[in-house]
């Protein structure tokens, strides 16, 4: 039983993982599809007609992140809170990789000490 709850811990630690990275992989590849379309100011928007359902989504989180904007179903990038919401992206990531590598050691040490 012990067994089956720690696989299971390292298994939810692997996905939480991969959903979160899959995630920022599909926001990442918005907004570089964006500053190739020159999508970085008002006047050289984006039409959102044309961004497929995985980029809407992450179109709709980037807006409520700020750093992207729609204006009459047009796309584009927000400049200045662009730094710092990649800073902070970041930063996430880092703590995050941290937190899951150590709970996965704690996890480990809590098999191999029983």
């Known amino acids: 039983m012990k067994g089956l709850v720690s696989a299971a811990a390292l298994i939810a630690i692997a996905l939480t ?3 979160v990275t899959r995630k920022l992989e599909r926001e990442r590849r918005l907004l570089a599809k964006l500053r190739r379309k020159g999508a970085v100011e008002p006047g050289w928007a984006f039409p959102r007609d ?3 359902d995985d980029e809407r989504d992450a179109a709709d989180s980037l807006v409520a992140s700020g750093v992207l904007e729609i204006r009459q179903g047009r796309v584009f ?3 200045v809170e662009l730094g710092v919401f990649r800073r ?3 930063r996430l990531m880092v703590l995050g990789g941290f937190g899951a590598f150590l709970l996965a ?3 480990a040490v809590l098999i191999l000490r029983r």
């Open 50 to 52: 044309e961004l497929t």
């Open 105 to 107: 050691i704690l996890v």
């Open 17 to 19: 993982c991969l959903t």
């Open 88 to 90: 902070k992206r970041l």
């Open 77 to 79: 990038i927000r400049p």
